[in-house]
């Protein structure tokens, strides 16, 4: 059972547009990350967020945390190619990882 | 981040037989390590979490005696699939968690064909 529920599932958007991915869960978290993933690859690790409320910036890419530590949302703008790929939430409770299903993000040149 | 590796990253192995894959973190010690793995298109499925030292945890519905694993150093676990079968067929990953916010490192991952 996933404890974390990730929306959409795919993504499909032209170049210059802006995305956002959420991230809900019933569960309270210690902390969630965000990853993305290419095909073939592992995931590398885009951000850490603890704080209820929280909200960290990377360039174009903004992470919320929800303020009752549940739910988080990626908001991408002016979406690029290059951000083509596989976005993971995974919340951290127990010293474990609980990941989400995914959203398969595409940005069409 | 930090970086960890995974050898092999690619194995075709005949059914029956048992394979062996590495995952080290390179450049700082892992007391704990984790075991996944990503059927395509699917999210990752923690298989185990890897103590230095001390028996890995199996999460449920993970058999222990099929998927040996053994953490003998701060910078190494192995994963053993034993008498592989075609079901064994997969994406393997390992991280390595030692970030100040529990952040978990990942390597990149490897492909499983059982034959």
């Known amino acids: 059972t996933q404890l974390l529920e990730q929306s959409p599932q795919f993504l499909s958007i032209q170049e210059g547009e802006n995305l956002t991915v959420y991230c809900n869960s019933s569960s309270v978290f210690s902390s969630l990350q965000w990853y993305r993933q290419e095909p073939g690859e592992g995931p590398v690790l885009l951000v850490t967020?603890?704080?209820?409320?929280e909200v960290k910036k990377l360039k174009r890419l903004t992470f919320q945390f929800g303020d009752a530590r549940k739910d988080s949302s990626l908001h991408i703008t002016a979406a690029q190619p290059g951000d083509t790929g596989l976005y993971l939430c995974?919340?951290?409770?127990?010293?474990?990882?609980?990941f989400g299903a995914g959203t398969t993000v595409t940005v069409r040149a | 981040g930090a970086v960890v590796s995974q050898h092999p990253s690619r194995v075709i192995c005949k059914s029956g037989t048992s394979v062996k894959i590495e995952c080290r973190s390179l450049d700082f010690q892992a007391t704990t390590m984790f075991w996944y793995r990503q059927f395509p298109k699917k999210s990752l499925m923690l298989m185990a979490t890897?103590?230095?030292?001390?028996?890995?945890?199996?999460e449920q519905g993970v058999e222990k005696d099929k998927f040996l694993i053994n953490h003998a150093s701060l910078t190494l676990s192995t994963l053993t699939v034993t008498s592989a079968h075609p079901e064994d067929s997969s994406f393997y990953i390992c991280?390595?968690?030692?970030?100040?916010?529990?952040?978990?490192?990942f390597g990149p991952g490897t492909r499983l064909t059982v034959l």
């Open positions: 995974a919340g951290e409770g127990d010293y474990k990882l609980s």
């Open positions: 991280s390595a968690g030692g970030g100040a916010l529990n952040e978990q490192f």
């Open positions: 890897s103590n230095e030292g001390s028996k890995a945890t199996y």
């Open positions: 967020v603890v704080t209820g409320g």
